[in-house]
């Protein structure tokens, strides 16, 4: 019995161990996807995504009602690599990381700027897998707005 209870704690520590590492990894990938927005980096930015990922935008329209729009990895990609004169910035609060083996969800609040001004706001949802090893992004979706930012 003391046996069982002495491995028991020990796999628990161990698997939290890996836990806490895998958290960082994806942590790690969202923080480089925006560090390569901030610096114009399509390269670095494409690093953190699979080929196939798909996104989606939701955001009111002028008429109200709500609204999804698909993106393409290579517009966003382009957008990023366009030489731009004010930094595009977008901060991070509120992060939620959740994983179980190779799937990962990351909800996290987020204000973007143009140079210093507040552009919009929103929720950032991402959907990583690891592959190989590497986690990567798979599925984007993110809500605009342009008040309650704060």
Not at 1 to 26: C, H, N, P, T, W
Not at 101 to 118: K, M, N, P, R, S
Request: charge should be negative; charged fraction near 25%.
């Amino acid at each position: 019995m003391r046996k069982s209870l002495v491995l028991s704690v020990l796999l628990f520590i161990v698997s939290f161990g890996y836990a806490q590492e895998d958290s960082a990894q994806v942590h790690q990938v969202i923080i480089s996807l925006f560090d390569g927005m901030r610096e114009s980096d399509s390269a670095k930015v494409h690093a953190s995504f699979r080929d196939d990922v798909k996104m989606y935008s939701s955001f009111k329209g002028k008429d109200g009602s709500q609204k999804l729009h698909a993106g393409s990895l290579v517009e966003f990609l382009t957008a990023i690599g366009t030489p731009h004169d004010k930094v595009w910035n977008e901060g991070l609060s509120n992060t939620i990381i959740q994983i179980d083996g190779g799937i990962a969800q990351v909800w996290t609040d987020y204000t973007f700027h143009i140079g210093d001004e507040l552009s919009h706001c929103g929720v950032d949802a991402f959907q990583l897998v690891k592959l190989d090893g590497a986690w990567k992004i798979i599925h984007l979706l993110d809500t605009r707005r342009r008040t309650g930012c704060e």
